[in-house]
């Protein structure tokens, strides 16, 4: 498992970069054939209050599977990384168990694969979830123009949504717009593997 740990307005002590590698380490245990974990850990400087740290733990495995998970409402970097830590566990959880849907393909794993893996630290203390019964409930058909994705973000707000899928007439290409939490705007890009 490769840990790539990158801090932004913030002062990657020794003592910080060991914490996190001890708690990350730990993944590996739970979520088999981990290729790659990024840790981005960051101060927000504000104006009012006290500043806040962002922990995001992006988790990537073999299988082509990514996982996120981040938390910025904790002035403690040691605290937010812990929480961030939660939430990728509560990730992990969900994880396994989509491997029992249909057409899960590549990115299920396989029974000996879960079979090698510790239970999670939270399941415990975590009420057992009913069976997943998710299920498509509604299709749309949506006619795509060609935009720019200033057009986009002023379509996507007149809707209100928080994600407007447009064809870019830039790039050629079809786009995902989403409002992040912090009030800026992403795009997601296809790019076929």
């Known amino acids: 498992m490769e840990l790539k740990i990158h801090a932004r307005n913030l002062d990657l002590t020794p003592r910080l970069q060991d914490y996190i590698e001890k708690k990350v380490n730990k993944l ?41 998970a981040e938390e ?19 990730q992990i959880r969900r994880y396994k168990g989509k491997r029992k849907r249909k057409g899960a393909g590549r990115y299920a794993a396989s029974e000996a694969e879960l079979a090698a893996m510790e239970p999670l630290p939270l399941e415990h203390e975590i009420e057992e ?9 509604r299709r749309k058909h ?25 064809f870019n007439a830039e790039t ?19 790019d076929l593997t």
């Open 28 to 68: 590996d245990r739970y979520l088999p054939n981990i290729q790659e974990v990024r840790v981005d850990m960051a101060v927000e400087k504000r104006k009012q209050g006290e500043d806040m740290s962002i922990a995001q733990l992006t988790v990537r495995n073999e299988r082509g599977v990514i996982l996120r």
């Open 72 to 90: 910025k409402r904790q002035p403690d970097p040691y605290a937010a990384l812990d929480l961030a830590l939660d939430k990728m566990y509560r």
């Open 172 to 190: 050629a290409q079809l786009g995902v717009l989403y409002r992040r939490e912090d009030g800026n705007y992403g795009v997601l890009e296809p």
């Open 142 to 166: 949506v006619a795509l123009v060609p935009m720019s994705e200033e057009e986009a973000i002023d379509q996507m707000e007149l809707l209100g949504h928080d994600f407007f899928l447009f």
């Open 129 to 137: 979830e009913a069976e997943d019964k998710t299920s498509i409930v």
